[in-house]
Each structure stands twice: as C-alpha cells, then as structure tokens.
C-alpha cells in the first residue's frame, strides 16, 4: 500500500475547495433540537451545542465539522466528524446531522 505524501498534501492544502456554507447555524440548531426532543424515547435527551471548525478533506465532496452535543451534564466532540456535499450525496446536511444524533440517543436510552 503506498504512503501518503504529507509534504505534498500540505503544498496543496490551499488548492481544497472551501467547504459548504451552512445555511443559518443558529436555526439550524434550534430546530434539530426541537426534532431530537420529539423522538426522545426515554430519559436522556441530547443537546446540540455548536457547529464549528468547518474545513475541508483530501476528497472532494468530504469535509469536516465539529459537532458539540450534551448529554445530561457531560459534553461532547461526535466522531466520525465528516460529512457530505448535497451535490454528491443523496442526503442534505440538516438530514446527516439530525440521523447521527438521533442515533446517538437512541442508543443512550437503550442503555447501548
């Protein structure tokens, strides 16, 4: 398998396209909280904090974000952190946030 080259891929770190502009951060979060709270099926519920950090990866239609949610009183960072573009992926972001994070609590109160 070869290796990547680092020092190559850093050369060209300013040739990435930037990286989709997510419409409305604020109502965004408001209203994937509001759809969390609806199919909260158990006692914990996640909280969408902050979407931060946007930046782009070595494959086109890939890119990165940090998502901040709260679980009860412990804070944290979702991982895997990378999405996709709406032009090449069937889903739009809002709908690849909100499933993550669905997930996220379904587990919790399935006790996973």
């Known amino acids: 398998m070869l290796k990547p080259n680092i020092k190559k891929m850093i050369d060209r770190k300013n040739e990435l396209p ?15 909280n509001n759809k969390l709270v609806e199919e909260k099926a158990g006692p914990e519920s996640v909280i969408l904090l902050d979407i931060k ?16 949610y709260k679980i009860g009183d412990k804070q944290f960072t979702m991982l895997p952190n990378n999405y996709y573009d709406e032009s090449n992926y069937p889903i739009v972001f809002e709908d690849q946030l909100y499933n993550r994070l669905a997930k996220v609590q379904q587990s919790i109160n399935r006790g996973i």
């Open 18 to 32: 930037p990286p989709p502009l997510l419409i409305n951060k604020d109502k965004l979060i408001i209203d994937i």
């Open 53 to 68: 950090n946007p930046r782009r990866t070595w494959i086109t239609y890939e890119y990165h974000l940090d998502i901040i």
